[in-house]
C-alpha cells in the first residue's frame, strides 16, 4: 500500500470495505447488504439467460427467490433454495461470516455453516428493487476509466468538508 492509497482512505467519509476473499462473479454476480436484508442477483444453472433475486431478511430471516421479472423460484419451499444459498456462501466470502452473521442477526458457532442456523419461512418480496441495483452496477462496466468525476456520484463531499 503506497503513501497516496492511505492518505486517500483517511480523508475518506465512507469506509472502504475490502472483500475477506476474491469472489468468482459468474454465479453469483451481486451481493449486497442493503434494506436490511442479504440480497443480490443468483445465475441459473439450467438457463443462461435467466437470473434470481434472492433475499434473506435480517431478524425473521424470511426467505425470497425469484426470477427478475417476479416469477417464484420452483425451489423455495419451507426452507432455502439453492439460490439463496448460493447467494449466502458468496456474502460470506465477500463480506466475512461474522458482518454477515451479525446483519442477520443469527448465532453462527466458529467452524459451523451460515445457512445451517437461518431457519425463516418464505416471504416473498418483490425483485425489481434489488435487480435495478444490478442493473445499475453493470451500467458501470461500460463507463470507460477517467479520473473525472462521475456526475451520479456527486453527492460524495468534497476533500476536507466533512471537518
Known sequence: ????ETAWEQRSMVRLVLPVRPRK???VPFVELADGRLQGVVSSGSDME????????AGTHALSCSTNNNRPCGGLYGSACKHIRALADEAVVQYGL???ARYLRVEVPEGDDLMAHVRGSVER???AVVFSRFLRHLAYLEVPGSADPLPELHWFPAMGAAR
Open 1 to 4: 500500500m503506497d503513501a497516496d
Open 25 to 27: 462473479l459468474a454465479k
Open 50 to 57: 435467466r437470473v434470481y433475486v434472492s433475499s434473506i431478511t
Open 98 to 100: 461474522d458482518r454477515v
Open 125 to 127: 418480496t418483490p425483485a
